[in-house]
């Protein structure tokens, strides 16, 4: 069975009247206030209000790991159909949590990708739906903007110019933050993102599906210097990632191993995580050098890995930087981050109506991009 969805209430909304259910959009709101998120990129259906673009008035993610458990990993047509099943269970939840009716709201922002599509699909048409219902400005929000939204939302000190760090299952890059602008891209993976290389190390190690958070546990008891793993361009000029290379060397060793212990699968988990650690720190490091910042947001789901976090608060301790990272649930996709983002593109008067379309790589002309700050 899917995990039952988490609602979490952090303050009332108060009694609202009922939204008049208008068929044409009013004028938008000068300064949105209540901005629904919905995010279904993945394998998670998710929703949340967000108020004045700063606070989590509820938030809710009905995840799917028993779902995906059986094939190791996700699969994108299994997704698309419990997501059916969930979109309105996640949503109702957060709006009763909010104690708010869907016509109170300022707006609606949904992931438009990039991502699976038929999962997106179902987050996308069923914001549409709300929108019209309602008629709610609409605005399709870039999934790895939601992620560098989380940072400021769970750290309002974090201003830009900053260094952002996106690492998760489909993505590892690092961007330059600034007010106003588009983010400017430092480097990216050139091979594996390194939420990927968890996953299939996991794999490797007979660990379960979802990956990442298992090889943490696993490392847990094992020795990171027990297996000498390298650090691919650690040390190279620029900003670039590959993790290919890790994850090949992480395949021999347990060739090598075959028949696996409990020892040997922490001692490669252990090993395998201090080298994508390594690397991480390494090249965020680089990219605030570089850039001549003090400031590094860490954000997506391997950022909830807490060796790389303990490992880059003390980098961050000895040289000098401010690392903010959001809290675990605010890492892992969510749907609080989508409405964040999307209030800023609400503020500026933006909103993309029913033509909305999803995306599901990243392309470097396809908008909506927000920008930071306000
Ligand atoms: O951001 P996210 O929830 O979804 C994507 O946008 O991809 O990230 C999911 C990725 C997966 O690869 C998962 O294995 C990894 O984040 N992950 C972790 C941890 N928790 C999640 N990786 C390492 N350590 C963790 N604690
Ligand atoms: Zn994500």
Request: a positive charge; charged letters at 20%; proline letters at 9%.
């Amino acid at each position: 069975m899917p995990a039952r969805p988490r609602a979490r209430r952090r303050a009332p909304a108060g009694p609202q009247p009922e939204g008049p259910g208008a068929a044409s959009p009013p004028p938008l709101p000068a300064l949105p206030e209540w901005v629904l998120g919905i995010e279904s990129s993945c394998d998670e259906m998710a929703a949340a209000v967000v108020r004045r673009g700063v606070e989590i008035v509820a938030t809710s993610v009905r995840g799917q790991a028993d779902v995906h458990r059986p094939y190791g990993g996700v699969v994108p047509e299994l997704a698309s159909r419990d997501h059916v099943r969930g979109v309105w269970q996640v949503v109702e939840a957060v709006l009763a949590d909010a104690g708010l009716p869907a016509g109170r709201l300022s707006g609606v922002a949904v992931t438009a990708g990039p991502g699976l599509v038929g999962s997106l699909l179902v987050g996308l048409s069923f914001a549409k739906a709300l929108a019209y219902r309602h008629g709610l400005p609409l605005v399709g929000v870039h999934h790895l903007d939601g992620h560098l939204a989380a940072a400021e939302l769970s750290d309002p000190s974090l201003r830009p110019p900053y260094v952002g760090l996106v690492i998760s299952g489909g993505h590892t890059a690092l961007y330059r933050i600034e007010t106003g602008a588009a983010p400017a891209l430092l480097g990216e993976t050139r091979d594996d993102a390194v939420g990927e290389a968890f996953d299939k190390v996991a794999a490797l190690l007979g660990l379960p599906y979802p990956g990442g958070p298992a090889v943490a546990r696993a490392a847990g008891s094992g020795r990171v210097d027990a297996v000498p793993l390298p650090r691919p361009l650690e040390k190279a000029p620029g900003c670039d990632f590959s993790f290919s290379g890790l994850k090949t060397a992480v395949a021999l060793e347990v060739s090598r191993r075959a028949p696996l212990s409990a020892r040997d699968v922490a001692d490669v988990a252990a090993s395998f995580e201090g080298a994508a650690v390594d690397v991480l720190v390494a090249r965020a490091t680089r990219a605030l050098r570089e850039q001549g910042i003090a400031q590094l947001a860490v954000v997506g789901g391997v950022a909830a890995n807490r060796r790389l976090r303990e490992t880059l608060a003390t980098r961050a301790r000895a040289e000098g930087f401010q690392v903010v990272f959001p809290p675990p649930e605010l890492c892992t996709d969510n749907a609080a981050m989508i409405a964040a983002a999307g209030h800023r593109l609400l503020a500026r008067g933006e909103s993309h109506g029913l033509g909305l379309d999803s995306f599901s790589r990243i392309h470097p002309r396809r908008p909506p991009r927000s920008s930071a700050g306000p």
